[in-house]
């Protein structure tokens, strides 16, 4: 790194008055960097780092929203709260089958998708924009249009009834709990291919093609070549995808609340749905902070436990 | 030629029958949301569903534009979404600059929090921060909605632009400051305008962000003339048996420039996302 910060000023000052300001300078310089910080750091500092310990702090009280009201220190009670109760769980199993369901499929379609967009052609980028258009869009617009689509008398049972036939059409997805994740899952890997197929694109646009080439003259066969130069050349891109997956899979909030409201009873509840309910319909803002320190836990064990996986042996690093 | 680009014709026609097959699932969702979005309500959920919408009818777009103070929610949207991207870019480019061309007592420190911010999804803080913003008196008010969209797009920026800012010579700088130029002069004259591509990417980004932006707004705005789009959208789904045909052409509606933003752009988005991937 270039390092331009301390003015290049000849040592040798003839007068105090220019040493002074030499001093002077230098001081000023040393301020520089500070200065074009400030304003980023005190909001970053203020408005994320601060909530992030107060949230720790308060998942060990029982929180008081009403002013003059007084929050009591509980110790662990949120927590061991949490852990006899059946909808957390449930809750945590939602997200889990949520993230099992929705994260293979992104990788294997997306990176089918990015095999098959990788050979430059006129209609390229017309396909990328296809593929990409729903991770432009809205959650709430596509979570409300996936809502319609598996409505009792929606498409979906349309069209596997009277077009593919299977079964009588009367599925009525979104009120049990396992068609509705269904449903939610379906969301999530449409709207999410079109980001890993991106990511796979750029990673296959810088496999050596020499080594390719290499393969197929040692009559390598198509998933040879997939197996053995493609798959270990786009490792690291790989990782990051599963990781970034991993951790938006914990994070479905927004379709599952709007699409179910996480009923019908609690049913289809998923950890931040339950979070956001404890804290803003039953107030109860202790709580809600421990299942929110609880999931940060998990996606930031999770993540270190893929980023060890995935960098494997080399050493990649920014 | 190399061997690698004779793909034998029956192998190419499954590759195409693959990718138009794939993007018209991709598409129909869409297709079938503006075709909704010209129906009346007795025609939403007919079987079998009409894609082309017999009778059509620009009511819903008529009724979301005229009564529904529809306009009062786009423009909450575009002063947020302007003004939070504006800010952030420009304070997050300020930050780049800092680790990107300065070497100071906290430096690495620094950078490792600011990192940490892109750990850290934004509902796990969205309890304390609530708090935060009633004590702050931000509830209901668009300032509220724009300081908390500014500091949550921070991490990301500036570690784009730190990473674009320090693939650019610093003999360049060097030279200016043998020339007399400080600091800012450096950064405002000669880093920003050679960073066009990188604060185009983060400027769409943070643009889609709080365009897009739900939990929050969901969260601080009770006050119906503070709504963003989002939020108005999703509660004319609330409104007890769900007018589809008004959701969707509010959908549309609000879409929209999303789309023309993407398009016009999407040189951009690849650049941003294959920044992020291959350099994380």
């Given at each position: 790194?270039?390092?331009?910060?301390?003015?290049?000023?000849?040592?040798?000052?003839?007068?105090?008055?220019?040493?002074?300001?030499?001093?002077?300078?230098?001081?000023?310089?040393?301020?520089?960097?500070?200065?074009?910080?400030?304003?980023?750091?005190?909001?970053?500092?203020?408005?994320?780092?601060?909530?992030?310990?107060?949230?720790?702090?308060?998942?060990?009280?029982?929180?008081?929203?009403?002013?003059?009201?007084?929050?009591?220190?509980?110790?662990?009670?949120?927590?061991?709260?949490?852990?006899?109760?059946?909808?957390?769980?449930?809750?945590?199993?939602?997200?889990?089958?949520?993230?099992?369901?929705s994260v293979p499929p992104q990788i294997v379609l997306g990176l089918l998708i990015a095999m098959l967009l990788k050979a430059k052609s006129?209609s390229q980028p017309v396909y990328r924009v296809l593929f990409y258009l729903p991770v432009v869009t809205?959650?709430?617009?596509v979570?409300?249009?996936?809502?319609?689509?598996?409505?009792?008398?929606?498409?979906?049972?349309?069209?596997?009834?009277?077009?593919?036939?299977?079964?009588?059409?009367?599925?009525?997805?979104?009120?049990?709990?396992?068609?509705?994740?269904?449903?939610?899952?379906a969301l999530g890997v449409w709207k999410g291919i079109g980001w890993s197929m991106m990511i796979f694109l750029a990673a296959l646009q810088g496999v050596?093609?020499?080594?390719?080439?290499?393969?197929?003259?040692?009559?390598?066969?198509?998933?040879?070549?997939f197996?053995?130069?493609t798959l270990?050349a786009i490792r690291p891109a790989l990782g990051f995808v599963v990781v970034m997956l991993v951790?938006g899979g914990?994070?479905?909030?927004?379709?599952?609340?709007?699409?179910?409201?996480?009923?019908?009873?609690?049913?289809?509840?998923?950890?931040?749905?339950?979070?956001?309910?404890?804290?803003?319909?039953?107030?109860?803002?202790?709580?809600?902070?421990?299942?929110?320190?609880?999931?940060?836990?998990?996606?930031?064990?999770?993540?270190?436990?893929?980023?060890?996986?995935?960098?494997?042996?080399?050493?990649?690093?920014? | 030629?190399?061997?690698?680009?004779?793909?034998?014709?029956?192998?190419?026609?499954?590759r195409h029958v693959l990718l138009i097959l794939g993007a018209l699932i991709m598409l129909?969702p869409f297709?079938?949301?503006?075709?909704?979005?010209?129906?009346?309500?007795?025609?939403?959920?007919?079987?079998?569903?009409?894609?082309?919408?017999?009778?059509?009818?620009?009511?819903?777009?008529?009724?979301?534009?005229?009564?529904?103070?529809?306009?009062?929610?786009?423009?909450?949207?575009?002063?947020?979404?302007?003004?939070?991207?504006?800010?952030?870019?420009?304070?997050?480019?300020?930050?780049?600059?800092?680790?990107?061309?300065?070497?100071?007592?906290?430096?690495?420190?620094?950078?490792?929090?600011?990192?940490?911010?892109?750990?850290?999804?934004?509902?796990?803080?969205?309890?304390?921060?609530?708090?935060?913003?009633?004590?702050?008196?931000?509830?209901?008010?668009?300032?509220?909605?724009?300081?908390?969209?500014?500091?949550?797009?921070?991490?990301?920026?500036?570690?784009?632009?730190?990473?674009?800012?320090?693939?650019?010579?610093?003999?360049?700088?060097?030279?200016?400051?043998?020339?007399?130029?400080?600091?800012?002069?450096?950064?405002?004259?000669?880093?920003?305008?050679?960073?066009?591509?990188?604060?185009?990417?983060?400027?769409?980004f943070?643009?889609?962000?709080?365009?897009?932006?739900?939990?929050?707004?969901?969260?601080?705005?009770?006050?119906?003339?503070?709504?963003?789009?989002?939020?108005?959208?999703?509660?004319?789904?609330?409104?007890?048996?769900?007018?589809?045909?008004?959701?969707?052409?509010?959908?549309?509606?609000?879409?929209?420039?999303?789309?023309?933003?993407f398009l016009?752009?999407q040189k951009y988005f690849v650049q941003g996302l294959t920044s992020g991937a291959v350099?994380?």
């Amino acid at each position: 790194m270039i390092d331009s910060t301390q003015p290049q000023v000849v040592r040798a000052a003839v007068s105090p008055v220019a040493a002074r300001t030499t001093r002077r300078r230098r001081r000023a310089g040393r301020a520089t960097p500070y200065l074009f910080l400030a304003p980023a750091l005190v909001l970053f500092v203020g408005l994320i780092v601060y909530p992030m310990v107060r949230a720790f702090q308060m998942s060990f009280y029982d929180w008081k929203v009403l002013a003059g009201a007084t929050s009591t220190f509980i110790g662990f009670d949120n927590y061991t709260r949490a852990m006899g109760d059946p909808v957390f769980w449930r809750g945590l199993a939602n997200s889990g089958v949520y993230m099992a369901l929705s994260v293979p499929p992104q990788i294997v379609l997306g990176l089918l998708i990015a095999m098959l967009l990788k050979a430059k052609s006129p209609s390229q980028p017309v396909y990328r924009v296809l593929f990409y258009l729903p991770v432009v869009t809205s959650w709430v617009v596509v979570s409300l249009l996936f809502k319609y689509l598996f409505a009792d008398k929606g498409v979906i049972n349309w069209a596997l009834a009277d077009v593919l036939h299977l079964g009588d059409g009367s599925t009525s997805w979104l009120s049990g709990r396992w068609t509705a994740l269904i449903a939610i899952c379906a969301l999530g890997v449409w709207k999410g291919i079109g980001w890993s197929m991106m990511i796979f694109l750029a990673a296959l646009q810088g496999v050596p093609e020499s080594l390719e080439e290499a393969a197929v003259m040692d009559g390598a066969n198509r998933w040879q070549r997939f197996r053995v130069v493609t798959l270990p050349a786009i490792r690291p891109a790989l990782g990051f995808v599963v990781v970034m997956l991993v951790i938006g899979g914990f994070n479905v909030f927004t379709s599952v609340l709007l699409m179910t409201g996480g009923g019908p009873g609690g049913q289809t509840e998923v950890l931040l749905t339950y979070m956001y309910r404890q804290a803003f319909t039953n107030l109860d803002f202790g709580y809600g902070s421990a299942i929110a320190v609880i999931l940060t836990v998990i996606v930031f064990l999770l993540s270190l436990a893929q980023m060890r996986l995935f960098r494997g042996g080399d050493e990649e690093e920014r | 030629m190399s061997a690698l680009h004779r793909t034998r014709p029956a192998s190419g026609v499954l590759r195409h029958v693959l990718l138009i097959l794939g993007a018209l699932i991709m598409l129909t969702p869409f297709v079938y949301m503006v075709s909704t979005s010209f129906k009346s309500q007795a025609y939403v959920l007919t079987i079998p569903p009409q894609l082309v919408p017999d009778p059509a009818t620009f009511d819903n777009y008529v009724q979301v534009l005229t009564t529904q103070n529809f306009a009062a929610y786009f423009m909450n949207s575009v002063v947020v979404s302007l003004t939070s991207t504006v800010v952030s870019v420009l304070i997050s480019s300020m930050m780049a600059y800092a680790f990107a061309r300065f070497r100071f007592p906290g430096r690495e420190l620094l950078f490792r929090l600011v990192l940490v911010g892109l750990m850290v999804p934004a509902m796990m803080l969205i309890i304390p921060q609530f708090i935060l913003a009633k004590q702050l008196g931000l509830i209901d008010s668009l300032q509220g909605l724009i300081v908390f969209y500014v500091a949550a797009s921070i991490s990301l920026n500036t570690f784009l632009l730190r990473g674009f800012f320090a693939s650019i010579p610093g003999e360049l700088d060097d030279a200016m400051q043998v020339d007399g130029a400080n600091a800012w002069t450096r950064y405002w004259r000669l880093v920003m305008p050679l960073s066009t591509p990188a604060l185009a990417t983060t400027t769409i980004f943070t643009f889609l962000a709080t365009w897009d932006e739900f939990a929050w707004a969901l969260t601080i705005i009770n006050d119906p003339s503070k709504r963003t789009l989002p939020l108005a959208i999703q509660l004319f789904q609330g409104q007890n048996a769900t007018q589809w045909g008004l959701v969707f052409a509010a959908s549309v509606v609000a879409v929209l420039p999303v789309i023309v933003v993407f398009l016009i752009f999407q040189k951009y988005f690849v650049q941003g996302l294959t920044s992020g991937a291959v350099k994380g």
